[in-house]
């Protein structure tokens, strides 16, 4: 929910969530062999087009992808809609434009093996209930519906006669759709599960950046500001999800099959790390750091949009506001960009800030170099892998030949 209804950033009308949800598909789809853009995959979803997330990821996927996005099934509070041909993207769009049910949805649009279900019928509320079950799809979105709707007693319906699963992949746009040991059984039966915690986290922190913005400015002034600051903040959402899905699915190819090394358990992982970091560079800041370092930190961890139009009011805002925000922007450029074994295995514990700040520092001054190689005479195939050994290890080397870094010891 936007902080500020009238004056916020609307959820509902930018599809800040929808947009990383998205992204983890794509990263998803790609790591299981399947190029959204260039071949056809199937999906089913639950939410309806009159809803947020679900909605918005329909005008996503039709952007992105066009006719390769086929919809086979989608189901809602007031019916079902399937087609194994693949939905009418040019009809769903016209249902979300307007927000309406799918008991809208122009049947004259479903072909021969088309079918719309009605929650006004017996069988339909049965048909309705299982699609989610029964439809055969690459992928399924759940983004609505009841918690838990997928339980421990009755996992086992996500699998077809053969024993094998209806979709081998799950992004959960929705939170708690499937309860946690049925998330366990599903994996143990093949399915790669994006956890709720990270599909749809973008939402989330798009509220946060909301609430800095509002925090620096006036209300007229962001009124004024707010379309240079949602596609800025768009842009930092779906670049930060293409992080976090890049590091899980890494994280997921070296994995020995246990659940730790599962996709929802590395999502785990990724919260754990990524609060244990913060929690130890917020502790340590102030002993390492004055107060005028921390707010330059603190302005760099703005959008560049945001930092120019009011970057210097951060004085002004509570010290342990401000000291909260620099330990999560230098913990998430610690865990996005190094990964989670640099992060839990090679930082002191008692270094932690001291370590993320030199980090940062280290990252300014690599990009430096890399602007430098990329505008010097140089051979062409010599200058980008200059460019990318410095964008993949420069940082930390830079940081492990420093006095303030000893790896912890094992």
């Given at each position: 929910m936007?902080?500020?209804?009238?004056?916020g950033?609307?959820h509902?009308?930018y599809?800040?969530?929808?947009?990383g949800v998205?992204?983890?598909l794509?990263?998803a789809?790609?790591?299981?062999?399947?190029d959204?853009?260039?071949r056809?995959?199937?999906?089913k979803?639950t939410?309806g087009?009159?809803g947020?997330v679900?909605?918005?990821?329909?005008?996503?996927l039709k952007?992105?992808?066009?006719?390769?996005?086929k919809?086979?099934?989608i189901?809602?509070?007031k019916?079902c809609v399937?087609?194994p041909?693949g939905?009418s993207l040019?009809?769903?769009?016209r249902l979300?434009?307007h927000e309406?049910a799918l008991?809208n949805f122009?049947?004259?649009?479903?072909?021969?093996?088309?079918?719309?279900?009605s929650r006004?019928?017996?069988?339909?509320?049965?048909?309705c209930d299982?699609?989610h079950n029964r439809?055969?799809?690459?992928?399924?979105?759940p983004a609505g519906g009841?918690p838990?709707?997928i339980?421990?007693d009755?996992?086992e319906?996500f699998l077809?006669?053969d024993?094998k699963?209806s979709?081998p992949l799950?992004?959960?746009a929705?939170?708690?759709?499937i309860?946690?040991q049925a998330?366990?059984?599903?994996t143990?039966?093949?399915?790669?599960?994006?956890?709720?915690?990270s599909a749809?986290?973008?939402?989330?922190i798009?509220s946060?950046m909301e609430i800095?913005?509002?925090l620096?400015?006036?209300?007229?002034?962001f009124?004024a500001?707010?379309?240079?600051?949602v596609?800025?903040?768009?842009q930092?959402?779906?670049?930060?999800?293409?992080?976090?899905a890049?590091?899980m699915?890494d994280?997921?190819?070296?994995g020995d099959?246990t659940?730790e090394?599962s996709l929802?358990?590395?999502?785990e992982?990724i919260s754990?790390v990524?609060?244990?970091s913060?929690?130890?560079i917020?502790a340590q800041?102030?002993?390492c750091?004055?107060?005028?370092?921390i707010?330059?930190?603190?302005?760099?961890a703005?959008l560049p949009?945001l930092?120019?139009?009011?970057?210097?009011r951060?004085?002004q805002?509570p010290p342990?506001y401000?000291?909260?925000?620099?330990?999560k922007h230098?913990?998430?450029q610690?865990v996005?960009?190094?990964?989670?074994?640099?992060?839990?295995?090679?930082?002191?514990?008692?270094?932690?800030a001291?370590?993320?700040?030199?980090?940062?520092?280290?990252?300014?001054r690599v990009?430096?170099?890399?602007?430098?190689?990329?505008k010097?005479?140089i051979?062409?195939?010599?200058?980008?892998?200059?460019v990318?050994?410095?964008?993949l290890?420069?940082?930390r080397i830079?940081?492990?030949?420093s006095r303030v870094?000893?790896?912890?010891?094992e």
């Amino acid at each position: 929910m936007s902080s500020k209804p009238l004056t916020g950033i609307n959820h509902k009308e930018y599809g800040v969530t929808s947009e990383g949800v998205c992204i983890f598909l794509d990263v998803a789809l790609r790591n299981m062999g399947k190029d959204p853009t260039n071949r056809p995959f199937t999906l089913k979803m639950t939410g309806g087009t009159s809803g947020d997330v679900a909605g918005n990821a329909i005008k996503i996927l039709k952007r992105d992808y066009g006719e390769n996005a086929k919809i086979v099934g989608i189901v809602d509070h007031k019916g079902c809609v399937e087609d194994p041909r693949g939905l009418s993207l040019t009809e769903l769009m016209r249902l979300v434009d307007h927000e309406l049910a799918l008991d809208n949805f122009d049947q004259s649009k479903l072909s021969s093996d088309g079918k719309y279900w009605s929650r006004d019928d017996p069988e339909g509320v049965v048909m309705c209930d299982s699609m989610h079950n029964r439809l055969q799809t690459d992928a399924f979105l759940p983004a609505g519906g009841l918690p838990n709707t997928i339980r421990t007693d009755n996992w086992e319906s996500f699998l077809n006669e053969d024993g094998k699963v209806s979709s081998p992949l799950i992004v959960e746009a929705a939170n708690i759709f499937i309860e946690q040991q049925a998330r366990v059984k599903l994996t143990e039966n093949g399915v790669l599960i994006v956890k709720d915690s990270s599909a749809n986290k973008c939402g989330v922190i798009c509220s946060a950046m909301e609430i800095i913005a509002h925090l620096l400015m006036t209300e007229d002034e962001f009124m004024a500001f707010r379309p240079t600051y949602v596609d800025d903040v768009l842009q930092h959402l779906r670049a930060l999800a293409s992080k976090e899905a890049t590091i899980m699915f890494d994280e997921y190819k070296k994995g020995d099959g246990t659940w730790e090394t599962s996709l929802p358990g590395i999502a785990e992982r990724i919260s754990r790390v990524m609060n244990y970091s913060s929690d130890h560079i917020s502790a340590q800041l102030t002993d390492c750091l004055d107060r005028q370092h921390i707010l330059e930190l603190a302005s760099s961890a703005l959008l560049p949009s945001l930092r120019e139009k009011a970057g210097d009011r951060l004085g002004q805002l509570p010290p342990g506001y401000i000291i909260n925000m620099v330990a999560k922007h230098l913990s998430s450029q610690l865990v996005y960009h190094e990964g989670l074994d640099y992060v839990e295995r090679s930082i002191p514990q008692d270094k932690f800030a001291l370590v993320a700040v030199q980090y940062a520092e280290e990252t300014k001054r690599v990009w430096d170099m890399v602007d430098a190689v990329s505008k010097a005479d140089i051979a062409s195939g010599s200058k980008e892998e200059i460019v990318e050994l410095l964008r993949l290890g420069g940082p930390r080397i830079a940081v492990s030949r420093s006095r303030v870094f000893a790896p912890k010891a094992e």
